[in-house]
């Protein structure tokens, strides 16, 4: 098994910034790939970013691309989504997200997600 836990959400204006954190524990070497999702009221989940254990591979949705950075501290089993530019489209739970291959919602395991809020 691997815990997923999410910290750093909160509310910021339009145009800030925020980092969020994901810390992995238990069978992380199961997990080559980690990444992060959203999911807004009345909408479907959806993918945001997604990275290799080495940080060498990642993936974007075209909805945040040149806003937002994923990284990996691989020695403290971490991911990190840095959020700038924010937008109140932005506003979701976002969860972390660790699989074999690039997450995807069928993904294997979650965390508990943490709310960020764009206000306008």
């Known amino acids: 098994q691997v815990q997923l836990v999410e910290s750093g959400g909160g509310l910021v204006q339009a145009g800030g910034s925020l980092r969020l954190s994901c810390a992995a524990s238990?069978?992380?070497?199961?997990?080559?790939?980690m990444g992060w999702f959203r999911q807004a009221p009345g909408k479907e989940r959806e993918f945001v970013a997604g990275?290799?254990?080495?940080?060498?591979?990642?993936s974007y949705a075209d909805s945040v691309r040149g806003r937002f950075t994923i990284s990996r501290d691989s020695a403290k089993n971490t991911v990190y989504l840095q959020m700038n530019s924010l937008k109140p489209e932005d506003t979701a739970v976002y969860y972390c997200?660790?699989?074999?291959?690039?997450?995807?919602?069928?993904?294997?395991?979650w965390g508990q997600g943490t709310q960020v809020t764009v206000s306008s």
């Open positions: 238990g069978r992380t070497y199961s997990t080559s790939f």
């Open positions: 997200a660790a699989d074999k291959t690039i997450p995807t919602i069928h993904a294997e395991y």
């Open positions: 990275i290799s254990r080495g940080g060498a591979i990642t």
